[in-house]
C-alpha cells in the first residue's frame, strides 16, 4: 500500500517508516510529487495541523493523505514552544537557532543559574 505523507520533511518519512516498520506500506511525501509548498500551521493544537497537513496534501495531489504535527513541550515554559517548535527562533526549520533559544529560555529556570 501507498501513503502520501503530508510534508516535506524527509525525517518524517523515516519516522513513518520505523514506526510501521511491519506493515507493507510505501510512504511518499509531496516532494516525491514535485510539490515544495507546505499549509500555513494555523491550528491551535498538534491534531489541527495535523488535520490542515493532510487537507493541503490531499487537495494538491489529488490522493488520500496522512499527516501529524508534533513538538517539544516544556512543562515550565507552560507548554512552549509546542507547535511552535518548528519556528520558535523565528525562521521555520531553523533547528540550532530554536534549540538556542529554547535553551536560554530554560536557563533562568536552572538551580545553578
Same mark, same amino acid.
Given at each position: 500500500m501507498r501513503v502520501l505523507l503530508g510534508t516535506t520533511n524527509p525525517?518524517?518519512?523515516k519516522r513513518f517508516k520505523s514506526l510501521l516498520s511491519n506493515h507493507n506500506i510505501d510512504f511518499f511525501t509531496l516532494n516525491d510529487l514535485g510539490v515544495k509548498d507546505e499549509p500555513q500551521e494555523t491550528g491551535n493544537d498538534p491534531r489541527e495541523n495535523a488535520i490542515i497537513k493532510a487537507r493541503h496534501a490531499s487537495k494538491i495531489s489529488g490522493k488520500p493523505a496522512i499527516a501529524?504535527?508534533?513538538g517539544i513541550c516544556v512543562p515550565v515554559l507552560g507548554g512552549a514552544p509546542g507547535i511552535y517548535s518548528a519556528r520558535? %527562533?523565528?525562521?521555520?526549520g531553523d533547528d540550532? %537557532?530554536?534549540n538556542t533559544k529554547l535553551l536560554s529560555d530554560l536557563k533562568p529556570l536552572r538551580k545553578d543559574g
Amino acid at each position: 500500500m501507498r501513503v502520501l505523507l503530508g510534508t516535506t520533511n524527509p525525517s518524517k518519512v523515516k519516522r513513518f517508516k520505523s514506526l510501521l516498520s511491519n506493515h507493507n506500506i510505501d510512504f511518499f511525501t509531496l516532494n516525491d510529487l514535485g510539490v515544495k509548498d507546505e499549509p500555513q500551521e494555523t491550528g491551535n493544537d498538534p491534531r489541527e495541523n495535523a488535520i490542515i497537513k493532510a487537507r493541503h496534501a490531499s487537495k494538491i495531489s489529488g490522493k488520500p493523505a496522512i499527516a501529524d504535527d508534533s513538538g517539544i513541550c516544556v512543562p515550565v515554559l507552560g507548554g512552549a514552544p509546542g507547535i511552535y517548535s518548528a519556528r520558535y %527562533a523565528g525562521e521555520h526549520g531553523d533547528d540550532a %537557532a530554536n534549540n538556542t533559544k529554547l535553551l536560554s529560555d530554560l536557563k533562568p529556570l536552572r538551580k545553578d543559574g
